[in-house]
Structures are given as C-alpha cells and as structure tokens.
C-alpha cells in the first residue's frame, strides 16, 4: 500500500521558490547541487556564525539591551519548539492529533528556525531513524564528528521526499507551509528587525537583527545539529537500541528535551522524550498542557512494561552496547519500503529486530 502512494507521488515534488534550491539541504529535488547552490548554503550555515561572533564583540562596547535579550531569547524558544514539537514530534513521528491551526502554527515556528522546509525536515530525520549510523544515515557522526555536526550538510546532503516522506505530500497544510518555507524563514528575520527599529529607530533595528535574528539562528542551528552530532556520541544509554544514540543531560537543556536521545530511538513515536522526572523535557511539558486544556489529543506515551522490556539490563551492558556497528540487513531489506513511509514503522521494524536478535 505504501509503495503504492510512492509511486502515485513519483516525480511531483513540490515546486519551491528557486532560492529554496539553492539552500542544500533544505532541498526538494534530485537535480545536481549549482554552483549558486554551494555559495547559498555556505552563507546559511556561516554567516549566523559571523554574526554571533561579531554580537559578543559588540558587548565590549554596549550591553544587550532588554529588547535585544527578549528577542532572543523569545525567538529561540519559539524556533526551538517549532523544531521540537512541530517538525519532530507531531509531523515526522505523529506522535500527537492537532487541528490546523496549531499544526500550522508550530509547523510555521518550525520554518522560522531556518532549518529547511518540514517536508525536507522530516525526510531525513526518518531517513535517520532508519538507517541509524549505518551507511545511508545522512549524518552519523560515526564517519566523523564534524560529519555528523554539520559537514553532512556542507557535503549537500539532499533529502529524498518521496521515498521518506510520500505520504505527507498529501497533506495539503504541510505541502503549502514547506512551498512557502522562504517566506517564514525570512519574516524570522524580519521580525526582530521591525520590533529592534520600533524601539530604537535604525540602530536598534539592526541590533534586533543581529541578536533576534542572526545569534538566533545560529544557536537554534547548532542546538539541534547536537542532537545529531553530540548525542550519538556523548552521554548514556538506558534502553536497547541498533544504533549509537545517547542521553546527554545539557543537550536535552538546550534542545527543549531532545537530548534524551537513546529514550528517542528506543520509542520514536513517544511524545515524551524525557522517560525520569529528573529528565528535564519542556517540549514535552507543553504538548501536555496543550492536552489539558483539550487542544490535542492522541498523546503518544510508553507504558511502563514497554520500558522495562527495552531497557538494557546491567550485566549485559557492556555486550549489548557494542555500538555503533549492529546492522541489521535482512530486516532491513525486508522493510525497505514500510521503513520509509512513516517513522512509526521504523519503530515497528527496530522492535521486531531486536525481538528477532536477542543478542542485541
Ligand atoms: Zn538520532
Ligand atoms: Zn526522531
């Protein structure tokens, strides 16, 4: 059925904004990375960087104003949970039902960190979960630290919407909000820019700019590609996995609950990331006081026993922690198409896996 939908979809990637092309991997389609592409991509992930610099070199001379602070620090939740809550937990694992506005709204955040469109977005992740540092992970940090931080996106990584995300190019509000992802992206910038000017006329705006917009984007980048790059190589792991993922306490701060990264790979589709009390997880705080109040519902949560099944078991830690390297081919060809479709198969798959291979 699944194959199906794919080959219905074949060849109809949605049409973005030329300038979308050339923003690597925030890519739609197939066609070789330009020359202009290359320039774009190098300047997304660079100049943020600049800018960042050049904001605390500012502060010998001026301390960050309250507007500046509030715009920064406003933005980057903002942004963080678009990412987290948006892009990750509610699109690409489905691991919550929202009406259109507040999947439009968190989908918009998502776009305003400047990470790609969703589509995009959640076609590597799932590409991710499903080849976790093995070959075809689009950024394991096994091949290298810096690979898996951010030089798979400098090596234009380009996602493969179809095969990883086909059956979300039917969804007309995520199709529509990735189309017009250049729009958010930019209005991100716009923004403190216009609130900066507001306050403190040309100077203030370009200051809003800076630390609303570009210091922004630069700790929004760099928090989430951690997750990707520190967290499969730094931290614990409490549950059987067949990859290197990890928990790491300070990304699981920075990134809203994301750091806790091997309870992630262990139960993709847990809305939850954070399974201790002590394991602090704001993304999940908010979906859970959205479902109080009865704006979402379908809340995806692991049950005790399900937690106790997966967790790796002290005396055989060290065996079943031979990470990375479990690869798991035969399961893994078997799948190949289910795997693709949705993250919640990819769930399926790895449980079934690891039921098949108790040595995991
Ligand atoms: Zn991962
Ligand atoms: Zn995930």
């Given at each position: ?19 979308v092309?050339?923003l ?5 389609s197939n ?6 592409s ?12 600049l800018?960042?610099a050049?904001?605390?070199?500012s502060?010998w001379?001026r ?7 509030t715009?920064l620090v ?31 709204f ?9 990470q ?19 070959d ?12 898996g931080?951010?030089g ?36 991100s910038l ?20 800076l630390?609303?917009g ?14 990707n790059?520190?967290?499969h190589?730094?931290?614990?792991r409490?549950f059987?996995t ?6 790491n306490f ?8 994301e750091?806790?990264h091997?309870n992630h ?16 997880d ?10 109080k ?5 379908k809340?995806?949560?692991i049950?005790?026993?399900?937690l106790?099944?997966?967790?790796i078991?002290a ?5 079943r ?11 893994i ?7 693709a ?6 769930a ?13």
């Amino acid at each position: 059925m699944r194959r199906m939908v794919y080959q219905e979809s074949g060849g109809c990637n949605p049409c973005l904004h030329p300038l979308v092309h050339g923003l690597g991997f925030l890519l739609m389609s197939n066609k070789p990375v330009s020359i202009t592409s290359k320039v774009v991509l190098q300047l997304v992930v660079w100049i943020p960087l600049l800018g960042t610099a050049y904001a605390i070199f500012s502060l010998w001379g001026r301390f960050i104003t309250p507007v500046d602070l509030t715009l920064l620090v406003v933005g980057y939740i903002l942004c963080a949970l678009g990412i987290t809550i948006g892009y990750h937990r509610m699109l690409t694992h489905k691991g919550f039902e929202a009406p259109g506005w507040i999947r439009g709204f968190f989908l918009i955040c998502g776009s305003m960190a400047f990470q790609g469109p969703a589509l995009n977005w959640a076609a590597t992740h799932i590409q991710h979960h499903a080849n976790s540092d093995d070959d075809m992970d689009p950024h394991s940090p096994v091949k290298s630290f810096f690979h898996g931080h951010v030089g798979w996106i400098l090596d234009d990584f380009r996602p493969d919407v179809e095969r990883y995300a086909g059956p979300l190019l039917k969804d007309k509000l995520v199709v529509f909000i990735s189309k017009t992802f250049l729009f958010w992206a930019l209005l991100s910038l716009a923004i403190p820019f216009a609130v900066g000017y507001a306050f403190g006329g040309l100077k203030g705006g370009l200051y809003g700019f800076l630390w609303g917009g570009l210091v922004r984007m630069f700790l929004n980048h760099h928090v989430t590609w951690a997750v990707n790059s520190v967290c499969h190589t730094y931290g614990g792991r409490e549950f059987v996995t067949t990859d290197a993922s990890r928990n790491n306490f300070v990304i699981g701060l920075l990134a809203m609950g994301e750091g806790w990264h091997n309870n992630h790979h262990a139960f993709p589709r847990s809305a939850n990331h954070g399974m201790h009390w002590w394991q602090i997880d704001p993304s999940a705080y908010v979906i859970g006081g959205l479902e109080k109040v009865g704006l979402i519902k379908k809340v995806v949560r692991i049950a005790p026993e399900r937690l106790a099944i997966r967790r790796i078991q002290a005396d055989v830690v060290e065996e079943r922690d031979v990470l990375p390297g479990v690869v798991l081919p035969s399961v893994i060809m078997e799948h190949g198409t289910a795997m693709a479709a949705a993250a919640t198969t990819v769930a399926e798959v790895v449980s079934h896996a690891a039921a098949q291979q108790p040595t995991l």
